[in-house]
């Protein structure tokens, strides 16, 4: 494709989130950049109040809104909004997200100049100061594994795809798009990423990383957590999806603890520790290392728990 065709659609997937301030940020760096560039936000569903306040503010700055009546999931949701662009590649943004370098649509620019094949991943970062503690989870959490793996880089020199800040040529995404069978939260990403692998796609890193500056509380995460590892342990169950999962961290645990026979052990060793466990996650100094051991707790169990 010749560099004049370049054009960037950038796609903002929304659930129950006000992003005046992100679309603000954007809309101001419009003039900037050396290609054209359109802004699509798509409602997944919430409420009114979110939909109006949006779907207002993105007509100003000349935006496409789209709003949904009902929650089609973010697998689809992504998959809707590449239907509707038109841009020779796609950024995809989380709409909890705040952009604080001047520079950023520039350096997308940039990237698809230097390799427009590529998926390129600009990261995440969260908040400098530390969180209260009714949120300390979700800081720990972000900080100290999120945006690292931004940095990970394999034997291969690929880097960790993360979903929440990534750009792909739109002819890339169309071949592979996101899985909508999957509807639960969590690992639609992972799949998309080893999707990326078996095609042979390269996915590079660029330091343009957004702030997720929406923490979840405590027992907020804990409970996305537990829909999470739930939806993992059924994609790494299933013969379609099998091969995808197996070299994550919590299934090969898994996968070790069923090879040597001691899953029913392990249930029951975590669960007299349980209590303690949960109140620990739910406090102001939470442990990674448990909340580690309470993914595999629930990868072992097999059941999605409510009750933290």
């Not at 990326?196 to 957590?225: C, G, M, W, Y």
């Not at 342990?233 to 994550?248: E, I, N, V, W």
Request: aromatic fraction near 12%; glycine fraction near 6%.
């Amino acid at each position: 494709m010749p560099p004049g065709s370049y054009f960037l659609s950038v796609c903002i997937p929304v659930f129950r989130q006000d992003v005046l301030n992100l679309l603000a940020q954007l809309s101001e760096q419009l003039k900037t950049v050396q290609i054209p560039v359109e802004i699509l936000i798509a409602d997944d569903g919430s409420p009114e109040e979110f939909m109006t306040i949006n779907r207002d503010y993105s007509a100003s700055i000349g935006a496409r809104f789209f709003g949904n009546t009902i929650n089609v999931g973010r697998a689809a949701i992504r998959n809707f909004l590449a239907n509707q662009s038109k841009g020779s590649h796609l950024l995809f943004l989380d709409g909890d997200s705040s952009i604080e370098h001047k520079d950023f649509l520039s350096k997308y620019a940039k990237c698809i100049a230097q390799h427009a094949d590529a998926v390129w991943c600009g990261g995440t970062y969260f908040p400098v100061q530390k969180a209260d503690s009714g949120h300390s989870l979700h800081f720990r959490y972000g900080s100290e594994v999120v945006a690292r793996l931004h940095s990970t880089q394999d034997k291969n020199g690929r880097f960790h795809f993360m979903s929440s800040n990534f750009m792909i040529p739109r002819q890339v995404f169309m071949e592979i798009r996101f899985d909508e069978d999957i509807r639960q939260y969590g690992h639609e990403d992972t799949l998309f990423g080893c999707m990326l692998e078996q095609h042979s796609i390269p996915v590079l890193a660029v330091q343009n990383a957004v702030l997720h500056d929406d923490l979840d509380s405590n027992e907020e995460f804990i409970r996305k957590t537990g829909q999470s590892v739930q939806n993992l342990r059924a994609l790494a169950t299933s013969p379609q999806y099998r091969d995808c999962f197996k070299k994550t961290n919590l299934v090969k645990s898994f996968l070790l603890l069923e090879k040597l026979r001691i899953t029913g052990l392990y249930r029951f060793v975590f669960g007299v520790f349980r209590h303690y466990i949960l109140n620990n996650l739910k406090g102001a100094k939470p442990s990674l290392t448990y909340l580690q051991a309470y993914k595999l707790y629930l990868m072992a169990n097999g059941r999605y728990e409510d009750r933290i």
